[in-house]
């Protein structure tokens, strides 16, 4: 386990996950809030085999990806990620399953990851980026986090908006 909040449980996933996993990276409705292309079956691949294969160390990988499980349950309902963005900061990503949406999971999850982030991390500054057009991960990550630029994204060939929070001004 990697953390806990009310009601949600971050942790490795297995490969007992993986059709959830496939569908947390592919479903429509996720990918096109993000916006991202579909991922191929080989990106797939790899990123399912580095979540499975976590190392125990977030603070030395540049990509790290967890399941969220609601308490007690052994569904995958969601993904976590700590990242490395474009400019070598630390960054926070979040996606779940369609079903789990509107029930705050959003807002339990980014405040938990920003104080794992401060307290066990021990980061200075975290970072998420997100679609200008995302309504609600912008809802969700402005109640922590302060935006401070937007970018074209090339990759996702869409705006995006960076939030960033100092360690000093979180309470």
């Known amino acids: 386990m990697i953390f806990t909040s009310e009601r949600l449980v971050v942790k490795t996933i297995t ?22 292309q579909r991922p191929s079956e080989e990106d797939i691949n ?6 499975i294969g976590f190392d125990g160390d977030i603070s030395k990988n540049p990509l790290n990806i967890f399941g969220v499980f609601e308490e007690g349950e052994d569904e995958l309902i969601g993904l976590v ?3 490395t963005n474009d400019d070598g900061d630390r960054e926070l990503g ?8 509107g029930k705050g999971y959003a807002t339990e ?5 920003i104080d794992y982030s401060f307290s066990e991390l021990k980061l ?28 074209y994204n090339e990759y996702d060939n869409c705006t995006d908006r960076r939030y960033t929070l100092l360690k000093e001004d979180w309470n």
């Open 15 to 36: 490969e007992a996950h993986k059709k959830e996993f496939v569908e947390l990276l592919t479903a429509e409705e996720i990918i096109t809030a993000i916006p991202q």
């Open 46 to 51: 790899v990123k399912f085999e580095k979540a």
């Open 81 to 83: 990620a700590f990242l």
């Open 94 to 101: 979040y996606r779940f399953r369609k079903p789990y949406w």
């Open 109 to 113: 999850i980014t405040k938990r990851m």
């Open 124 to 151: 200075d500054k975290i970072t998420a980026d997100v679609w200008v057009e995302n309504v609600a991960s912008n809802k969700v990550l402005s109640k922590f986090l302060k935006p401070t630029k937007e970018f």
